[in-house]
């Protein structure tokens, strides 16, 4: 039985090539935050502090901005997003 010839591969558009790019900057940013355990809750390295929906709480987020992992910029965009700021804000990850 011979193999099927493999698809051809479609060519990503400009929108979904930028959205790919800024989905792997996000996670970037993630794998920065979650480097070291989290300082308010202990949740580990490189895990999640809230598993339903994922997130991490503003301390993990600080503690990563304060160790110089992340960015002014970075931090930033996502403090923006959050109604009321206290320590205890879980910062949830964005879909893709």
């Not at 993630?30 to 339903?52: D, M, N, T």
């Not at 709480?57 to 160790?67: E, Q, T, V």
């Amino acid at each position: 039985m011979q193999n099927p010839t493999p698809a051809a591969e479609r060519t990503l558009t400009e929108a979904e090539r930028a959205a790919e790019s800024a989905r792997m900057a996000r996670l970037s940013v993630v794998g920065a935050v979650r480097r070291v355990a989290c300082p308010l809750c202990g949740a580990r390295a490189y895990g999640p502090c809230r598993l339903r929906p994922p997130g991490d709480h503003l301390a993990r987020w600080l503690a990563a901005y304060a160790a110089r992992r992340i960015t002014r910029d970075q931090i930033t965009a996502e403090v923006v997003r959050l109604v009321v700021v206290t320590k205890w804000c879980v910062i949830p990850e964005r879909a893709a």
